[in-house]
């Protein structure tokens, strides 16, 4: 299950704007423990949600895209796809 992406960004950014603080003002920490706190509370819903549609699936094996072990095979990819050419940062 991938909800830390851009679309979970901006609901725990606007969480943290009605709260009045601005997100950019946060620490990466201070944000990802925000960003932590929205899984834990979502997720059971999502979970909800694949009971209803009929799925049946290995909970114990879900991983939240900010899992340390996740995090790391993703930079993996990255890097080694710029050291081969393939991704670069330009205009």
Known sequence: MDHAGIATQAKVDQKLSNMGINPRSLTR?????????W???YALNIHRQWATLGLSLAYS??????DEGLSK???KVFVDLYNKGLIYQGE
């Not at 920490?29 to 706190?37: N, R």
């Not at 094996?61 to 900010?66: C, G």
């Open 61 to 66: 094996k879900e991983r939240f895209t900010l």
């Open 29 to 37: 920490e201070e944000w990802l423990k925000y960003a932590w706190e």
């Open 73 to 75: 095979a993703v930079r």
């Open 39 to 41: 899984k834990e509370e």
